[in-house]
């Protein structure tokens, strides 16, 4: 960190401590964001694998409460 010491003004300091503020709430935020794509593709998956069977058979498959179900998750 020799390089810091020789630049004057707060500005510079205050750009990098907000920066690597930014970097911190960012990586905190994104660090559940793979999780939660791989349950909502598991989620459509189903949706669409039901909608898929209820295209052949109608009675068996396609009922309300099953497709509520699986699109509000």
Aim: charged fraction near 25%; avoid cysteine; glycine fraction near 8%.
């Amino acid at each position: 960190f020799y390089f810091l010491k020789n630049i004057d003004g707060l500005l510079v300091y205050i750009a990098l401590l907000i920066s690597l503020g930014g970097l911190v709430v960012s990586w905190f935020v994104g660090i559940k964001l793979p999780g939660l794509e791989y349950n909502n593709q598991k989620a459509e998956a189903a949706f669409r694998k039901e909608l898929v069977y209820a295209e052949d058979n109608r009675k068996e498959y396609a009922k309300n409460e099953t497709m509520i179900e699986l699109f509000t998750g």
